[in-house]
């Protein structure tokens, strides 16, 4: 089974701007998406990107701020992120789901990586 490790996170000002990294074990051939997960909430889709990076998608919260992108040669997804505000504070994580914008995740999840927006 593939596996995923998350990276990129860290703490930035409102407004500021981070580019997450996963890394898989192995070439991707589905659908891939980016997850976030606050505390005290339910882990949610944010942004999903088809094989090729042909389509991509985004949850309402996010469009216009946030871009996901791929490199299958690195096997890697990438979720560019700007315009950072406190409600954007979470784990991220990524795993496969369905385009548009439908969970579809692997049976296991990378350690994902700390997002925290605040002045």
């Known amino acids: 089974q593939v596996q995923l490790v998350e990276s990129g996170g860290g703490s930035v000002q409102p407004g500021g701007s981070l580019t997450l990294l996963c890394v898989a074990s192995e070439t991707i051939f589905f659908t891939m998406g980016w997850y976030r997960q606050a505390p005290g909430k339910q882990r949610e889709l944010v942004a999903t990107?088809?094989?090729?990076?042909?389509?991509?998608n985004y949850a309402d919260s996010v469009k216009g701020r946030f871009t996901i992108a791929q490199d299958n040669a690195k096997k890697s997804v990438y979720l560019q992120m700007h315009n950072l505000t406190p409600e954007d504070s979470a784990v991220y994580y990524c795993?496969?789901?369905?385009?548009?914008?439908?969970?579809?995740?692997?049976?296991?999840w990378g350690p994902g990586t700390q997002v925290t927006v605040s002045s």
């Open positions: 990107i088809t094989p090729g990076g042909t389509r991509t």
């Open positions: 795993n496969r789901a369905n385009y548009p914008m439908e969970p579809d995740t692997l049976g296991s």
